[in-house]
Structures are given as C-alpha cells and as structure tokens.
C-alpha cells in the first residue's frame, strides 16, 4: 500500500517498552505509526497529522489521557477521529468515564495485543472503512479498497491518485456535505499547498470519469458550502 494510503495510528504512551510493542505491531498490521510520550506532544501532533485512530494511555505526566480525550471531541475536525483509551484502571466506574469522556473503546492493562489490533481494525471499520480493506458502495459505484478498483455498473472505472482519494472520501461518509478546504487536508493533505481551485478541477475529472458510461452525476455541487455524494 502506498505510504499516503496507509491508515495512521497515533501511539499516545509514556512508557517506552510499551510504546515501541504497540508500535511494532501496528506496523506489522500495515499502519503508519506516530508517536507521543506525553499529553502535550500528543495534542499537538493531533492537529498536525490528524491520525485515523489514536491509542491514548489514561495515566500521561503533563495532560492526562482523558483531557486530552475531553479536548479532542469538542472540535469538529477531530471528534470523529476514533480514541481507544488504554488503562490499568479495571472498575466500573472508570471504564464508564472514559466513555462518558468521548473514548470509542476502553482496553484495560495488561492486555492482549491480537484483541487490540482487533480492536483497532473493529473501530477503523467503522469510522474509515477504506482503510482495512473493506468494500464501500453508493448506489451502482463500488470502490473495493483492498484492489485499488472502482467499478459503475458492470463497467470499470480508471482513476487517477487524486480522483481515486477524492471518491473514497465521499463513498466514506455518503450526503455529507465537504467544504473545499476539508477536502484539501483529507485529500492532498496538510503540508501541501494546493489553491482551492484545484479541488474543482479534479472533481470534474471525477465526475466526467464517472459518467463516461452513462449514468447521473452523483456528486452534488452545494451552493457556498461544497460538494457530496448523493
């Protein structure tokens, strides 16, 4: 898979033997790994790199994992990013407020790594289906991730890097509504200056690549707000 497809998974962890398993394994499932040794880093790697899942001790020197948690899921670009909390707290009433926090899923320590990755794949499945290889369709489109392949109806469809990240953005999450600027991170990325006017130069490739056999324009220009899918 190339390094830009490749889902990433930000290792929040203070103890190093810890961190470099975790980090091991996740690399060995195919996820490019960033990590964090403390709360602060943590926090500003997230806005930097926006990771597609991120594993997040509770116990950290500086901020602890549940502000951090807290921090993340009261903004609207990264509230969607799946948090698994990792604690030695076993009660209850721990794992409850870790959810109540905001954390998609609560493992306690020890614990097993083939339920992590399990667990990690599980929670990626849901929140980006793309990257673990699963199928995404939207009426007669089929993008089946794991091949590379985009298919209309019985036809084939031949897309470029960029159509191709731009239509498994909105097979991902059909009818919502992406602004130009959203699509410029999600696509080209961060670190990449690319002018806005860009993004509606490959979306008409898009679309003429996906009408070329016949068919509805599926992607839906929104007047002042974007475009979406469906």
């Given at each position: 898979?190339?390094?830009?497809?490749?889902?990433?998974?930000?290792?929040?962890?203070?103890?190093?033997?810890?961190?470099?398993?975790?980090?091991?394994?996740l690399?060995g499932?195919?996820?490019?790994?960033?990590?964090?040794?403390?709360?602060?880093?943590?926090?500003?790697?997230?806005?930097e790199?926006?990771?597609?899942?991120?594993?997040?001790?509770?116990?950290?020197?500086?901020?602890?994992?549940?502000e951090?948690?807290?921090?993340?899921?009261?903004?609207?670009?990264?509230?969607?990013?799946?948090?698994?909390?990792?604690?030695?707290?076993?009660?209850?009433?721990?794992?409850?407020?870790?959810?109540?926090?905001?954390?998609?899923?609560?493992?306690?320590k020890?614990f097993?790594?083939?339920?992590?990755?399990?667990?990690?794949k599980?929670?990626?499945?849901?929140?980006?289906?793309?990257?673990?290889?699963?199928?995404?369709?939207?009426?007669?489109?089929?993008?089946?991730?794991?091949?590379?392949?985009?298919?209309?109806?019985?036809h084939?469809?031949?897309?470029?890097?960029?159509?191709?990240?731009?239509?498994?953005?909105?097979?991902?999450?059909?009818?919502?509504?992406?602004?130009?600027?959203?699509l410029?991170?999600?696509?080209?990325?961060?670190?990449?200056?690319?002018?806005t006017r860009?993004v509606?130069?490959?979306?008409?490739?898009?679309?003429k690549a996906?009408?070329?056999?016949?068919?509805?324009?599926?992607?839906?220009t929104?007047?002042?707000?974007?475009?979406?899918?469906?």
């Open positions: 898979m190339p390094a830009d497809m490749q889902p990433s998974v930000l290792v929040v962890e203070d103890e190093t033997a810890q961190r470099e398993i975790l980090t091991y394994n690399e499932e195919g996820f490019r790994v960033i990590q964090a040794a403390d709360g602060n880093e943590a926090l500003l790697l997230i806005e790199e926006t990771p597609d899942l991120i594993l997040l001790d509770w116990m950290l020197p500086g901020v602890s994992g549940i951090i948690c807290r921090q993340i899921k009261v903004k609207p670009a990264l509230r969607m990013i799946p948090v698994i909390m990792l604690s030695a707290r076993s009660e209850e009433v721990d794992r409850v407020r870790g959810l109540e926090t905001g954390a998609d899923d609560y493992v306690v020890p097993s790594v083939i339920e992590l990755m399990a667990r990690v599980a929670n990626l499945r849901r929140s980006r289906p793309s990257t673990v290889g699963e199928r995404l369709i939207f009426d007669d489109i089929l993008l089946d991730s794991e091949t590379h392949k985009v298919f209309r109806g019985e084939e469809v031949r897309l470029g890097p960029t159509e191709y990240r731009l239509l498994t953005t909105f097979l991902e999450k059909p009818g919502r509504v992406w602004s130009r600027e959203q410029l991170d999600r696509v080209w990325g961060r670190d990449i200056y690319v002018d860009t509606d130069v490959h979306i008409g490739r898009l679309r996906l009408s070329r056999h016949g068919g509805d324009d599926p992607i839906r929104v007047r002042g707000a974007g475009y979406a899918l469906g």
